[in-house]
């Protein structure tokens, strides 16, 4: 029988183990340490640095979020979106189901994550075959500045702060992206789990609050993150990205296996600890 070995992301004191049959991949990228791993039971697992980045079990719920909640707070119909990070193509495949979207463009530090990805996670990856995909590697931090009034979406899909994605956690970062979007225009960030990492989770609502009219952070399940919920902190200068400004048609309805309308509205309802985390009252 063969030896089974589990692999664990150890995060902030605590962690998260995964049994695994073999591992697929193993690199050290000029920006990262890239390990895939083929599961017992979920599926493919992307690591990053010792980071849980996906598992086929449950990517989806983090990718549509990820794509889904800024294309429908969007409350004029969205043309022109922008991934930072997301070199496993997973939100290019979410935004990649919307016609109405004619160029998507990503801009990923570190190629071998894609080229990785495109070999070994080709369910996430196939958001790269979209004729409209763009792909420009390189910073998003500084590729965001050279770009004013240019998105109707931007989406960073980053790692953790301390490596790469750092500086993507800034306030300044913040205000190019809202110099980088055309008006009316949504963002949507990774912004962490208020149980793992309560600090940065308030630090980047925080910025959104201060910088845009309307924000919010959505909390999404996804039971391979340690805690089991990660956020989508959701942006815009428009109106009230809270309320789904426009809904999936029935048919995209049935493919969707996260997002719905009502899901968009309640995944901004917190528990009443991370209300406080964020500086909102309590009770309403
Ligand atoms: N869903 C994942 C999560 O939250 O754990 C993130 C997945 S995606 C693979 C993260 C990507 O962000 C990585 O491929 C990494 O190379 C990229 N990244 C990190 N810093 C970046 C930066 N400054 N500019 C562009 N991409 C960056």
Redesign the pocket.
Known sequence: MAEERWVSEVNAGWGLTVKVRRQLCDIQTP??HLEIFETVNLGRL?M?DG?V??TSFDEFA?HEMMADLPFYACARVPERALV?????GGVLRELGRHPELKSLEI????EA?IASSREFLPETACGFDDPRVKIHVG???AFIKAHPGTYDLIIV???DPGG??E??FGEPFYRDMKNALRPGGVIAT?AESYYLLPEIAARVVGFAGRIFKSSGFAQINVPTYPTGI?GCCVASDGTDVREPARIPDPELRKVLRYYTPEIHRGAFELPGFARRLFGEAPEK
């Open positions: 920006f990262q992307l990053l980071i980045q996906l983090y930072i990070g997301g070199g496993d801009c990923e530090i570190d994550v910073d998003g931090s899909d980053s790692t790469p994605g500086p993507l990774q990660i």
